[in-house]
């Protein structure tokens, strides 16, 4: 519970400053926030966390849980798009906030707060195995096809290779637990133990709340569908298969994250329905913190 309520605070106070602080100062603090826990803390959680990790069938479970929601989000949102008939940017809108969550902004703070330590390593290996490399692969050719620009698979691909976390997994894959200098150790955990506050208060800084009520249909539908609706069927496939353990516990988790802030914000500059992305992340994001511990406890009760 303690954990929670310092989420809570440090997310309330960037809420609390973002309608204090003028909108340079605001976004410039944002920005700097951002880069900060994706090129820093980010990569330190790895290299602190991932070092050891036994390559074994159960962190199969989290890439092919980010995988299978992805795709499925994907077919269900052009499928009822088609029905309702909604415009193609809207259809875009939702393909960049449905199917992809916010697994390391908010995937890593909610797992340190309700799993510890021990589910760390199948939150990381989801985020950068599934949503980041989904994003950086897939997301980019969505992109292209729906804002008109043209996709670049070498681009892609570089831009993979190059991110900081990335580059962290590939290291951390490649060294024994307790390898790495006393030297580093040390100062990488101090790095690591900031994500969390970091994060929540960018998060806070970032969050806007105004509602699309010309788009309430699909506004709802994008918060059913990526709070209740994945985890609920990804946990219904894992009772089925007799998946009770720790990965299938998580990777549910992680499923239920909101609205992920990079492919939202793509989208936004993409000029897909700007305004209707931005009210479903941060409806998402402030749904998540009653939602999450939800199906935190339902995940516990049934796997």
């Given at each position: 519970?303690?954990?929670?309520?310092?989420?809570?605070?440090?997310?309330?106070?960037?809420?609390?400053?973002?309608?204090?602080?003028?909108?340079?100062?605001?976004?410039?603090?944002?920005?700097?926030?951002?880069?900060?826990?994706?090129?820093?803390?980010?990569?330190?959680?790895?290299?602190?966390?991932?070092?050891?990790?036994?390559?074994?069938r159960?962190?199969?479970?989290?890439?092919?849980?980010?995988?299978?929601i992805?795709l499925?989000?994907?077919?269900?949102?052009?499928?009822?798009?088609?029905?309702?008939?909604?415009?193609?940017?809207?259809?875009?809108?939702?393909?960049?906030?449905?199917?992809?969550?916010?697994?390391?902004?908010?995937?890593?703070?909610f797992?340190?707060?309700?799993y510890?330590?021990?589910?760390?390593?199948?939150?990381?290996?989801?985020?950068?195995?599934?949503?980041?490399?989904?994003?950086?692969?897939?997301?980019?050719?969505?992109?292209?096809?729906?804002?008109?620009?043209?996709?670049?698979?070498?681009?892609?691909?570089?831009?993979?290779?190059?991110?900081?976390?990335?580059?962290?997994?590939?290291?951390?894959?490649?060294?024994?637990?307790?390898?790495?200098?006393?030297l580093?150790?040390?100062?990488?955990?101090?790095?690591?133990?900031?994500?969390?506050?970091?994060?929540?208060?960018?998060?806070?800084?970032?969050?806007?709340?105004?509602?699309?009520?010309r788009e309430?249909?699909?506004f709802?539908?994008?918060?059913?569908?990526?709070?209740?609706?994945?985890?609920?069927?990804?946990?219904?496939?894992?009772?089925?298969?007799?998946?009770?353990?720790?990965?299938?516990?998580?990777?549910?988790?992680?499923?239920?994250?909101?609205?992920?802030?990079?492919?939202?914000?793509?989208?936004?500059?993409?000029?897909?329905?700007?305004?209707?992305?931005?009210?479903?992340?941060?409806?998402?994001?402030?749904?998540?913190?009653?939602?999450?511990?939800?199906?935190?406890?339902?995940?516990?009760?049934?796997l």
């Open positions: 519970m303690g954990s929670i309520l310092l989420l809570l605070s440090f997310f309330a106070l960037g809420f609390y400053l973002r309608r204090s602080m003028g909108e340079r100062l605001r976004l410039d603090m944002a920005l700097r926030l951002n880069r900060y826990v994706v090129y820093v803390a980010l990569p330190s959680l790895v290299l602190v966390y991932l070092p050891g990790l036994e390559i074994k159960s962190l199969l479970l989290p890439v092919l849980s980010a995988w299978g992805f499925l989000s994907v077919l269900l949102v052009l499928l009822v798009a088609r029905l309702a008939r909604w415009s193609r940017s809207l259809t875009g809108a939702l393909l960049f906030t449905v199917p992809l969550g916010n697994t390391s902004f908010l995937g890593v703070p797992t340190l707060a309700f510890g330590s021990s589910g760390l390593p199948f939150t990381l290996i989801y985020d950068q195995i599934g949503s980041f490399l989904i994003l950086s692969t897939i997301g980019i050719f969505l992109l292209a096809a729906y804002s008109g620009s043209r996709f670049d698979p070498r681009a892609a691909l570089w831009r993979m290779l190059r991110f900081p976390a990335f580059i962290a997994l590939i290291l951390a894959l490649f060294l024994d637990k307790g390898q790495l200098p006393a580093l150790q040390t100062p990488l955990s101090w790095l690591a133990a900031s994500l969390s506050p970091a994060a929540m208060f960018a998060v806070g800084l970032q969050l806007r709340l105004a509602f699309p009520r309430r249909g699909p709802l539908f994008a918060l059913a569908v990526k709070l209740l609706l994945a985890p609920f069927l990804l946990s219904g496939l894992f009772y089925l298969l007799g998946f009770q353990d720790l990965a299938a516990r998580v990777s549910v988790f992680e499923a239920a994250m909101a609205p992920m802030v990079s492919s939202s914000t793509l989208a936004i500059l993409a000029g897909l329905e700007a305004e209707f992305v931005a009210s479903v992340l941060g409806y998402g994001i402030l749904a998540s913190f009653v939602t999450v511990p939800a199906i935190w406890w339902m995940t516990e009760a049934v």
